[in-house]
């Protein structure tokens, strides 16, 4: 979105300022968000499921299990942390909108 603001001596000023958030700087955010995310569930999953001796190529049944599990469970973690950390934004976007409410409302 743009806005176009007017001169002070007439006319239009045609100055365009971009509204929002920047696209490019949220994906490369949210690229880094998951890089972040996978490194840390490899890293600790790994520490909890793979076995110290490496006697074959492929994992066992028994690791699979544990990596599966392991998996499910931290990103059932981050959900639940998004879903909490979305309300209260929400909460406290709310709060803001009342508070510019109330100072509209009281000539602030």
């Not at 490899?42 to 520490?47: D, E, H, L, R």
């Not at 990596?67 to 973690?77: A, F, H, I, N, Q």
């Amino acid at each position: 979105l743009f806005t176009v603001t007017m001169n002070f001596f007439g006319g239009g000023g045609q100055q365009q300022q971009p509204q929002g958030p920047d696209p490019i700087f949220a994906a490369k955010t949210e690229m880094e968000m998951y890089t972040d995310l996978f490194n840390k569930i490899a890293s600790s999953c790994f520490q909890k499921c793979a076995s110290r001796r490496h006697r074959e190529p492929d994992l066992s049944l028994g690791e699979m299990t544990c990596t599966d599990r392991c998996v499910s469970k931290y990103l059932e973690g981050q959900q639940l942390i998004g879903a909490v950390l979305q309300k209260a934004n929400e909460e406290q976007a709310q709060q803001q909108q009342q508070m510019q409410q109330m100072q509209s409302q009281f000539g602030g």
